[in-house]
């Protein structure tokens, strides 16, 4: 199991994981999103190679549309 910090809480998740296993399981699936993994942005391309390693902190933004 993997320990993550995620926008300020702790969750566990089965390991290994990616970014992009993350944002499947979260449900952010297809929405504009910003990562930022341990104080670095994880580029849209990486989500898919980026491996989550227990102890990684990250920041989740989901873009919303509108005026």
């Given at each position: 199991m993997?320990?993550?910090?995620?926008?300020?809480?702790?969750?566990q998740f089965p390991a290994p994981l990616t970014v992009a296993g993350l944002i499947e399981a979260l449900g952010y699936t297809g929405k504009r999103i910003a990562v930022e993994r341990n104080g670095e942005i994880v580029p849209k391309s990486q989500h898919?190679?980026?491996?989550?390693?227990?102890g990684d902190q990250l920041e989740i933004v989901v873009a919303v549309g509108g005026g």
């Open positions: 993997l320990t993550l910090k995620i926008n300020g809480e702790a969750r898919g190679h980026a491996a989550l390693a227990s």
